[in-house]
């Protein structure tokens, strides 16, 4: 088995918190989960995550027009250049400053940043720029009073508003106007929000935080700025004729950053003023929220449909129409605050994001209906399981719902909110028609993939917090274990009736699994009282074995053929049993690989933290050799069972942002009353309840989750695995195309040789010789110039060492071939002439029999719904030209009817014997109606 498993795709979260992003298309959506950044192509209806990884999760990113460079910013105020082509990171910028807006200008020529009181302007990287330095300061604008928060630029991409938590929008010009110098746009209440320009003006807008949206008329046009042409020569005047020198660098020179700073009391010594023509308050168009305060969280203008989008803390947004400010459309998606919105390129869909819900929604707002509607776990997940044909993923969280994702788009297609508490555990029957769940709220149910309804629910004969759940090789018998009652249920999922109680255990049940050898009956129990019990579900309630363990039982998981069982235990071992003979037949000691960071407010080290660490989560690989695991920690290590080996270990994430990453803390976080992060900053007072305030709480809250490895599991196809984390739901695939793995590789073998063979028609051993090569294209070559008739008999002379790889290759070719019917061909040729012996290996060939089976029947749904779409296109085509037929029928008699009772009289019959005939005769009753007319 390979291990080249590379990140591939996030599942599970699908938004964060940061600034949303369309792509110029408008077809895309770019969403900052944690410290990656997800793509959601709504057109096409697929999600893929970025392969780039920041230290810290991103907080705000913006895209150049282009769509190929994106700016992205983390909480440690690193900007990262990020370039969509290569998706890679191509250069950083650390600031050490909370960044709190980054927008490229309109000809992405520049981008320009905030950073506590000043906003930045650098010149963007790109064909325009000829500078090895790829981040180049040009400006520094000063002015404000406190933080700064928001930017716009103008359309000709030579002015910058920025507005700032000292309740002013300060407008800023890059090149030197005779005319226009820096503005101060005050007259707000609240800190700044938003600033927007108009296209082609130099009329603004601003939103504060408390729902005011203020509309700026400046004196002067966009065309009527005059630049100073010889600025250069007055500076140095200037400079020459002051006794204090302030030494900054002209305009040009490059050495340093021109420094402009606002004064409030310019507006009396430059010809363009700003006039505030209305102010609007926002909140008149909610409708009251019981006392709570509303607070304008987000916004976004679109120039060219003059429309405006507001979202607030209570999940509402607004559009409204500019500058009459006129109420388009009102809309609460939530009750938690909404903190990124974003226009597309086109202004019909509009992005929001809530973090608190885990929610991104794409709507139209025309027609008022979701583009995309996703929503990850509440809280933290808990539970997976993969589909028998590796298809769907089924996930269960602590927030009572359970979500199923289509492996190959990303999205989630369905929701189960039945539970009433937390979702423990998670099962598929063999046959993946439905979804059996277990939860705290003491009831297993069961779930129709079908109709996707709840249609059975199991119950226990007293409440019982449940702690696990398992289906058996028949799909009819459910096993559930208790956490608060240490018994095991099992129930008949034909009738739902409970079966019988197993009891025994003197602790919690850790886990349970059936055994997945379809002629066994046997289940796996394991507890907290340190063992292991193998019980006969179906021919006696009397428990067969029970194992000693040296310490708790947290989890476990069988072998493929039913014959070996692992289990997790508290003390970071796994161990293996033989279930025929009750003995231990190996121990993998795990504790030093998992690894444990110290937290910010951990009191002992990450040595001692290390003793502690144990595994939560066992998976066998399809052919029982490899065993993965997770647990308490950042790590996921792959072993090998027989050689106690550890082959190989990932590490879910860098991001520093959750807690225990490190394994020392730094020492700028340490003050001599001990870690900066158990202080509490009151230099502010925000953090203060005060007494006889309205508000329900004004202490701060502060959580900082640690990385943790709920569950784990291979996929059916062996391709990929699943890790639930405290990030979401990750997925780990096999990268072929990074990967040489040749097969008895010769020197003679090459491609040059491969071709010639194939020039001469030996289609026999150049498909033996392209199999050992084992390159992709050389087998695709080889395969598709094959003729269609030979195609069994090529099968038939395959060898069945060279079986498992040409399988291999039609079944990933399956997925994205256009030529279906030629490897469906392969497909029936290669089962009929070696179905035997793939049957009686099918241990070993399962993995590659269910991706056939994954990618065929996915094909085939796809196939029929382009088939349903133009059937029911032509029916309609159909259904259109009979009723427009009818309808130029109808208007024929009509018109016929009227021509009749003009030409009463003159026109008594028309004799039709031919064709010739009739035209000569149609001419003739023409022209006698042309005669009469004129007349």
């Known amino acids: 088995m390979k291990f080249s498993f590379q990140f591939s795709n996030l599942f599970g979260t699908v938004y964060r918190g940061g600034d949303l992003v369309f792509t110029p298309d408008g077809n895309t959506v770019l969403s900052p989960v944690g410290n990656k950044v997800s793509m959601f192509d709504l057109k096409n209806h697929k999600s893929e995550t970025l392969p780039v990884e920041s230290r810290f999760s991103y907080t705000t990113m913006d895209l150049s027009p282009n769509g190929v460079s994106l700016l992205a910013v983390n909480e440690d105020g690193e900007v990262q250049l990020i370039s969509l082509i290569s998706r890679t990171i191509l250069h950083r910028l650390r600031t050490n400053r909370t960044i709190n807006c980054v927008k490229f200008s309109p000809d992405s020529k520049h981008f320009a940043i905030t950073k506590e009181d000043c906003a930045f302007v650098y010149s963007a990287p790109g064909p325009h720029s000829r500078d090895y330095s790829p981040f180049s300061m040009e400006r520094v604008l000063k002015g404000a009073y406190d933080d700064t928060t928001c930017l716009a630029w103008s359309s000709c991409s030579r002015l910058v508003a920025v507005g700032a938590k000292d309740m002013t929008v300060r407008i800023y010009a890059l090149h030197k106007f005779s005319n226009l110098s820096v503005c101060c746009l005050g007259g707000m209440t609240d800190p700044a929000v938003g600033t927007f320009f108009e296209s082609g003006s130099l009329d603004c807008y601003s939103l504060s935080r408390g729902g005011q949206l203020a509309v700026w008329e400046s004196s002067v046009e966009l065309e009527d700025l005059q630049l100073v042409v010889e600025g250069e020569k007055i500076q140095k005047e200037r400079k020459e004729g002051e006794e204090d020198d302030v030494g900054e660098a002209e305009e040009g020179t490059g050495d340093k950053a021109e420094t402009i700073t606002a004064d409030d009391s310019t507006g009396a010594n430059t010809k363009a003023v700003y006039k505030r023509t209305a102010k609007h308050f926002l909140r008149d168009h909610l409708e009251g929220e019981g006392g709570r305060r509303i607070e304008l969280t987000c916004g976004d203008y679109h120039q060219k449909t003059k429309i405006l989008v507001a979202g607030f803390n209570t999940g509402a947004f607004l559009l409204l129409s500019l500058p009459d400010c006129s109420l388009v459309h009102s809309l609460a998606i939530s009750e938690q605050q909404i903190s990124s919105v974003r226009f597309n390129t086109s202004g019909d869909w509009v992005v929001l994001g809530c973090p608190e819900l885990g929610q991104l929604l794409v709507w139209e707002w025309q027609s008022e209906t979701y583009v995309m509607k996703q929503q990850g776990h509440g809280s933290g997940m808990t539970s997976l399981v993969y589909s028998p044909d590796g298809s769907l993923v089924a996930t269960g969280g602590e927030d009572t719902k359970i979500k199923i994702w289509n492996c190959s788009t990303g999205f989630c297609f369905v929701t189960f909110s039945e539970h009433e508490s937390g979702v423990t555990g998670l099962a598929f029957t063999p046959n993946g028609k439905v979804v059996i769940s277990s939860s705290l709220d003491g009831t297993v149910r069961a779930f129709d993939m079908t109709r996707y309804r709840n249609f059975k629910t199991l119950t226990t004969p007293r409440p019982v917090q449940l702690s696990c759940v398992g289906v058996d090789s028949s799909g009819d018998l459910v096993a559930a274990g208790g956490l608060d009652v240490f018994e095991v249920y099992l129930w008949s999922l034909t009738t739902g009736r409970l079966v019988e109680v197993l009891a025994g255990h003197e602790g919690p049940v850790g886990g349970l699994a059936f055994s997945p050898s379809p002629t066994s009956s046997q289940l796996a129990t394991v507890s907290w009282d340190n063992t292991l019990r193998i019980w006969d579900a179906v021919g006696t309630s009397a428990t067969k074995e029970a194992i000693a363990l040296g310490s708790d039982g947290l989890a476990l998981a069988w072998r493929p053929d039913g014959q070996m069982v692992s289990v997790a235990t508290l003390t970071g071992q796994v161990v293996t049993f033989d279930t025929r003979t009750g003995t231990q037949v190996g121990t993998i000691d795990g504790r030093r690989d998992l690894g444990m960071g110290r937290g910010d407010l951990d009191k002992i080290s990450a040595k001692k933290k290390r003793e502690a660490a144990h595994f939560s989560s066992l998976c066998y690989s399809a052919d029982g050799s490899t065993i993965l695991a997770g647990g308490q920690s950042k790590h996921i290590c792959i072993y090998h069972v027989e050689e106690s080996l550890l082959l190989k270990k990932f590490e879910v994430t860098q991001n520093r942002s959750f807690q225990g990453m490190d394994e020392t803390i730094n020492k700028r976080k340490m003050t001599e009353f001990g870690p900066l992060a158990s202080l509490e900053d009151r230099s502010d007072g925000t953090a203060l309840k005060l007494p006889g305030t309205k508000a329900v709480d004004m202490s701060s809250r502060s959580l900082k989750l640690e990385v943790r490895v709920t569950a784990l599991q291979f996929s059916p196809t062996g391709r990929s695995f699943c890790a639930v ?66 195609i069994s008999l090529l099968a038939q002379q395959t060898s069945l060492a060279h079986l498992p790889s040409l399988l291999m290759f039609v079944a990933e070719e399956a997925e994205v071939t256009r030529h279906i019917q030629f490897y469906l061909l392969w497909t029936k040729a290669l089962l009929l002439s070696h179905g035997t012996y793939l049957k009686s290996e099918s241990k070993h060939n399962l993995p590659v029999l269910n991706l056939l089976i994954k990618n065929l029947s996915r094909k085939s749904e796809d196939l029929g719904k382009i088939c349903d779409h133009n059937k029911y296109s032509i029916r309609y085509l159909i259904a259109l030209s009979e009723t427009k037929r009818k309808g130029e029928e109808a208007k024929d008699i009509a018109n016929d009817s009227d021509g009749e009772m003009e030409v009463t009289g003159k026109v008594k019959e028309v004799n039709i014997d031919d064709d010739s005939d009739s035209d000569v005769d149609m001419t003739e009753l023409a022209a006698k109606w042309s005669d009469e007319g004129d007349e």
Do not use: C, W
């Open 725 to 790: 984390t405290t990030e979401g739901l990750l997925v780990y695939s096999l990268d072929r195309h990074l990967v040489f793995d040749p097969l008895d590789l010769a020197i003679k073998i090459t491609p040059q040789s491969i071709r010639k063979e194939l020039d001469r028609k030996n289609y026999n051993k150049a498909l033996v010789m392209a199999l050992r090569l084992a390159e992709k294209p050389l087998i695709r070559q080889v395969l598709e110039t094959v003729p269609h008739t030979d």
